[in-house]
């Protein structure tokens, strides 16, 4: 062994090149005060280094998921137990206001039906055990339809948003009230799970002027109504708040030396280094793929005694309207996550979450008006609920993090090229004060270069300072985009690690002996040292490649080429187990305790499946449940006593190995191919277009607002904007009356990105607005066919529109409608008067499904009527396809019956895909919406995007045990003819403990005769 230059010991910790100096490095206690809520409980407490549960240090790393974008509870439970397989600790998510409040009425509150049972999140996560941060909002912004405010509020009636003015006090109230009502009870000062609660979201207005700290009173006090209602209401474990980029510094009670007010107990930062957006002109500030940000310098300015806390860092990023199909994995790859998420881990960040870890889907009208259907992501958990090598590289880092309990408490030591005799590679040291511990984090000194690099690395241990590798005078090797953290005096069980060059996965505790997981990236060596080992031996692996070299201290063990697993013994009484990448990202470490902090002796390793969920020691059985996606060998580390291995209840033909693992065969998927629909039947959908309709039934409001509540006064009158009418989601429909001869119209319609609008007189259509990328309305001059005007009589305009959603923030207020419609040479001057039409039952206020709510359908008739919905009877109908087509502006509802029966004891993912074979300009103008089982599931707008076609429909929607209804309505914005083909797509087939065959009707509310009345 060689030992390291203490000039050069020296000089690398005085060097500090690539970010902010180190005005707290090597703190005392009293410098850094351990803090807590103030209300009498210690539960939690926290201070610069990390939270502190029940005395203990905690590294929080977690993932994002929405339950609304998911609206099957039956699989928030697959969710979560991919976030607990993967090492994460923590699951956070979005509670969705508008979801949750159809109606401004309090009343209408609902946090039971379906998808709205919060309670039912939480106790999930208390018996998978994860810890929670919750985050209610009351605003949540998440690329959302108004940010998740209900859409009610966005008429102007209730003031300025996210204010202190009492009108918007007395709605977000009652809503938070419950909120905090369900949560209390789970909260872990209450032997819960729920750890952080986060009020608002991405709401940087505590300074007028930031870097003077001048206070913003009116958002400051309405921060502060939060606070103190939230307590008040029970919540007492930390309050926290998510910051939108570093310019900001609000909320944090350590940058508010004035005393302005608003703060919360821990302040949080999100950034997304690669662009939220899969289009980079989106992000104005986006920077060059793997460049880094300085984090330890804004956290040691605006919050030096909390927690370095990043509640949203990149999982990935929205795909827009104009984005490509599938979204953009490799922006936030595998790559990605190694490199940035280490990164996090070098700049001290103990609380860090994932967003998104499950993106879903945007079904109904949830979505902001840039967003289509998916909200994918590309997260590590896809659409589909499949995982792949992205939440495989999460789990390398994950699993660390859980078992590193070094990492809770860490100073900056140094950071510099002089840990190396390479000045291409940067290493970064953090060392606890306690323990002397040594976190190396090393990269390219050019975070953009991905080139190879090799070097000898320098460090400080308790038995003396290195250069490693010291055998053989070797190398370590730096490839790609990557970053490589590296432990000094790693202690794992009775044994200390003095240091490694093989990055720590994990280590476990079996019959009280440890036995600890390293790997390297596929074809690179390692060397690791032992403190007091005395003798080692391969007794799995490739024998040839190992050595072992004892020294005074211990035993130094050096491998090359790692292939496949390796298990070395050392002493007969600690395992050591070595992986490359690629089985490394198939070894598993499932809790045995429903312990978030999963101590060590409460776990086995298991390696070999696509996904182990769970696992249960019950004396000589462990029971594993999980998936698989081909025929493969289990191989399971545990207790000695244990003989027996059940995988999904089934027990297995299992052979003891000669270092006390167990080894056994699992079986791969049974095959599965899409079956064919059954029938298709249509009918006209748009009766609407003809002079005879009637629009006296419950279904219309009558147009007529000469006075609006909007700040937006500059229309035509009457006001005929769709939210003042009761109308908030999808497709409205208005009906203009004039009497006597006009020689067209003016409109201008204002629906949002990417929404659309059509226009008929007295039936004949007249025009569309296909839709724009670039603006929230659409405006045209139409001619009036002389043949269709009734010059004696009256006439009848109908504008269908397409509402995309609203903006977001104080944008929500930007209304949706008509904003101008003016008769051109009119004989009579104008219109005589207005109906307008949309989500059934909005004219009065009456949620007619509270289940799916008024995001999943708006005012078409098929929608109104409910031909949508399981139970409706068809059979009056013609019997006709969507490939079969019509020609001619207008809208026609197919509806098909899909015969399901997926294999049991297997996941079954399943797509809808839609398309047209004639490309022609004119045969892309129409749009289509996909219904499963009465859930709108997809929106397909060819003009905007053809190949944003595949829409991923998950169990529960779905019905794997008998038929589904599938409804197609398409509306054809021009008068040629429209053919669309509907496929069903099997994305994957997985043997699995989930089970996807659950009886889902109570998600599923059929037809009734109710929905008669909306004609």
Request: one cysteine or more; proline letters at 5%.
């Amino acid at each position: 062994m060689t030992l390291s230059p203490l000039t050069k010991v020296l000089a690398a910790l005085a060097s500090v090149l690539s970010f902010a100096t180190i005005p707290h490095s090597l703190a005392s206690d009293t410098e850094w005060p351990i803090r807590d809520t103030g209300l009498g409980d210690k539960t939690v407490q926290w201070d610069h280094y990390s939270l502190i549960y029940n005395g203990e240090r905690l590294f929080s790393f977690g993932g994002e998921f929405h339950p609304f974008r998911i609206p099957v509870p039956e699989l928030w439970v697959d969710i979560m137990e991919k976030i607990k397989a993967s090492g994460m600790n923590t699951m956070s998510f979005y509670n969705h206001w508008g979801f949750h409040m159809p109606t401004s009425d309090p009343g209408s509150l609902d946090f039971e039906s379906g998808a709205h049972d919060l309670g039912r999140l939480y106790e999930i996560a208390k018996e998978l055990g994860l810890f929670v941060h919750s985050r209610p909002g009351p605003y949540i912004n998440a690329e959302l339809n108004a940010g998740g405010m209900p859409l009610w509020i966005t008429t102007g009636e209730y003031g300025a948003l996210r204010d202190n003015n009492t009108a918007w006090e007395a709605k977000w109230k009652p809503y938070m009230d419950r909120v905090a009502e369900i949560t209390a009870p789970y909260q872990v000062t209450r032997n819960g799970t729920v750890i952080l609660f986060q009020i608002e979201n991405e709401f940087p207005q505590q300074w007028a002027d930031v870097e003077a700290k001048t206070p913003n009173p009116v958002p400051i006090a309405y921060m502060e109504e939060l606070f103190e209602q939230m307590q008040a209401r029970g919540i007492d474990i930390p309050l926290t708040h998510n910051m939108p980029g570093q310019r900001y510094k609000s909320w944090s009670v350590d940058y508010d030396t004035v005393g302005a007010g608003g703060n919360v107990h821990i302040y949080g930062l999100d950034n997304y280094p690669s662009c939220w957006s899969c289009m980079p002109e989106d992000c104005s500030t986006s920077n060059p793929s793997f460049t880094l940000m300085d984090y330890t310098a804004h956290f040691n300015e605006v919050s030096p005694k909390q927690p370095s806390m990043m509640p949203e860092f990149q999982g990935g990023a929205m795909n827009p309207w104009d984005g490509p199909a599938g979204g953009c994995e490799a922006k936030t790859d595998d790559a990605f996550v190694n490199f940035y998420y280490r990164d996090n881990v070098a700049q001290r960040v103990t609380i860090l979450g994932l967003y998104m870890f499950y993106g879903g889907t945007n079904w109904g009208w949830l979505a902001a008006p840039f967003v289509p259907t998916s909200y994918g992501y590309s997260a590590a958990i896809a659409e589909n609920r499949a995982i792949g090598a992205k939440f495989y590289e999460i789990k390398s880092l994950a699993l660390f993090t859980r078992s590193a309990t070094d990492l809770t408490k860490t100073d900056l030591v140094g950071n510099s090229t002089l840990y190396t005799n390479n000045e291409a590679v940067t290493t970064i040291e953090l060392r606890n004060p306690d323990t002397d511990a040594g976190i190396y984090a090393i990269r390219h000194t050019d975070p953009t270069s991905n080139d190879e690099q090799t070097f000898r690395l320098s460090v400080r241990t308790s038995v003396g300072n290195f250069t490693l590798p010291t055998l053989e005078q070797g190398t370590i090797g730096l490839n790609g985009h990557i970053q490589k953290i590296l432990v000094t005096d790693f202690r794992f069980g009775n044994r200390n690690l003095i240091y490694s060059t093989a990055e720590v996965l994990t280590y476990g505790i079996f019959d009280k002996e440890p036995t600890l997981a390293l790997w390297v990236p596929n074809g690179e060596g390692g060397e690791f040292f032992v403190q007091g080992a005395k003798s080692g031996k391969v007794v799995a692996g490739g024998k040839a490649e190992v050595k072992f070299s004892r020294s005074r201290e211990g035993l130094i063990v050096n491998f090359k080429e790692q292939q496949g697993m390796t298990v070395l013994m050392l002493d007969d009484d600690a395992r050591v187990i070595v992986m490359d990448r690629d089985t490394v990202h198939l070894f598993w470490a499932p809790a045995l305790t429903s312990d978030p902090r999963v101590p060590a002796n409460q776990v086995a390793f298991v390696q070999g499946p696509y996904l182990v969920r769970s696992a249960k020691l019950d004396r000589h059985t462990i029971s594993l449940r999980g998936d698989s996606s081909q025929a493969t060998e289990l191989e399971v580390f545990t207790e000695s006593r244990v003989h027996t291995v059940k995988w999904n209840g089934k027990t297995l033909a299992t052979h003891k190995t000669k270092y006390n693992s167990l080894k056994a065969k699992i079986d791969g998927p049974r095959r599965f191919s899409a079956p064919s629909f059954r029938s298709w039947k249509a009918q006209d959908s748009l009766p609407e277009r003809f002079a005879n309709y009637s629009d006296s039934g419950p279904a219309w409001a009558n147009a007529d607002h000469m006075t609006t509540v909007s700040k937006y006064k500059d229309a035509t009158k009457p006001y005929l904007y769709a939210d003042e009418y009761g109308f908030h989601a999808g497709v409205q429909l208005w009906r203009g009356y004039f009497n006597g001869s006009a020689g067209g119209v003016n409109l201008k319609v204002q629906g949002g990105i990417a929404h659309g609008w059509s226009a008929w007189l007295n039936g004949a259509f007249i025009g569309s607005f296909l839709g724009d990328l670039g603006s929230s309305s659409g405006s045209k001059e139409l001619e009036f066919p002389t043949e269709s005007l009734k010059a004696d009589g009256q006439n009848v305009l109908l504008v269908l529109q397409d509402n995309s959603g609203h903006d977001q923030g104080s944008a929500s207020l930007n209304v949706r409608g008509i904003i101008n419609a003016t008769l051109i040479d009119s004989e009579s001057g104008g219109f005589n008067s207005w109906k307008v039409a949309g989500t059934a039952g909005g004219a009065s206020g009456t949620t007619i499904d509270p289940v799916r709510t008024y995001y999943n359908e708006g005012g078409l008739t098929a929608e109104r009527l409910g031909w949508h919905l399981p139970g409706f009877d068809d059979s009056e109908w013609s019997t006709s396809t969507p490939s079969d087509g019509f020609a001619g502006a207008g809208a026609k509802f197919y509806r098909g019956i899909l015969p399901l029966d997926t294999p049991a004891g297997h996941d079954v993912a399943l797509s809808v895909k839609i398309s047209f074979e004639d490309k022609s300009s004119e045969s892309s103008n129409f749009r289509a919406y996909l219904y499963v089982n009465g859930y709108q599931y997809g929106r397909y707008y060819p003009y905007i995007n053809s190949a944003v076609n595949t829409f991923p429909v998950p169990p529960g929607i779905w019905e794997y045990s008998g038929d589904n209804v599938v409804g197609l309505a398409v509306w054809n914005q021009g008068s040629g003819e429209v053919r669309v083909d509907i496929k069903l797509q099997v994305d994957y087939v997985l043997a699995s403990a989930l089970n996807v065959k659950f009886d889902g009707e109570y998600l599923r509310p059929g037809w009734d005769e109710s929905r008669t009345q909306y004609v």
